[in-house]
């Protein structure tokens, strides 16, 4: 299950830098994670300074 970004995102771009999967790009007004990419490995949801970062459902 991929993890997804919130709406308390203020694209910072903190989490895109260190996904090992380079699953995160920038989207409308919020960073996105690409659910086919995710590995799951939670290292982007510790980044976020906003912790916008949650593990799906
Ligand atoms: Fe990338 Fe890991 Fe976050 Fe998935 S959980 S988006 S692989 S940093």
């Known amino acids: ?8 995102c203020v694209s910072c771009g ?12 920038e989207g409308d007004g919020k960073y996105v994670i690409d659910a086919d990419a995710c590995l799951d490995c939670g290292t982007c949801e510790a980044e976020c300074p906003n912790e916008a970062i949650h593990p799906g459902e």
Do not use: H, N
Not at 1 to 8: F, P
Not at 15 to 25: G, H, M
């Open 14 to 25: 903190s989490c895109a830098a260190v996904c090992p999967a380079d699953a995160i790009s």
């Open 1 to 8: 299950m991929a993890y997804v970004i919130s709406d308390e």
